[in-house]
């Protein structure tokens, strides 16, 4: 079974959930959730290679389903960064969106 091909780290996919979950909209912070999710999924399966041709079938198959779904939820969070503004490099919330966060914060 192949592993799986991964662009964000695991630290990173943290960092946007971290700071997401605190801002009205956290909805990078859905994706970025499923696809922890996924990974999950994905490691899970790897642990069941032992199991039975047929039952390796299985898990291969979940495996392979997992690795797509993770592939464009990647592409969709690397989308829905791109178009709020998010720096690439630090995955660090645009200033506008830290500004609404920071707001909702001082007024809780």
């Given at each position: 079974?192949a592993?799986?091909?991964?662009?964000?780290?695991?630290?990173?996919?943290?960092?946007?959930?971290?700071?997401?979950?605190?801002?009205?909209?956290?909805?990078?912070?859905?994706?970025?959730?499923?696809?922890?999710?996924?990974?999950q999924l994905?490691?899970?399966?790897q642990?069941?290679?032992?199991?039975?041709?047929?039952?390796?079938?299985?898990?291969?198959?979940?495996?392979?389903?997992?690795?797509?779904?993770?592939a464009i939820?990647?592409?969709?969070?690397?989308?829905?960064?791109?178009l709020?503004?998010?720096?690439p490099?630090?995955?660090?919330?645009?200033?506008?969106?830290?500004?609404?966060r920071?707001?909702?914060?001082?007024?809780?």
């Amino acid at each position: 079974m192949a592993e799986l091909s991964t662009r964000y780290s695991a630290e990173q996919i943290r960092k946007i959930k971290d700071q997401g979950m605190v801002y009205v909209c956290a909805c990078p912070a859905q994706v970025a959730d499923q696809l922890s999710k996924l990974r999950q999924l994905h490691a899970y399966q790897q642990q069941c290679l032992t199991s039975t041709a047929s039952e390796r079938a299985v898990h291969e198959r979940i495996a392979e389903a997992t690795a797509e779904a993770h592939a464009i939820l990647e592409q969709c969070l690397s989308d829905v960064l791109a178009l709020e503004g998010w720096d690439p490099q630090t995955l660090e919330m645009p200033p506008g969106l830290r500004q609404r966060r920071d707001q909702l914060l001082d007024q809780a």
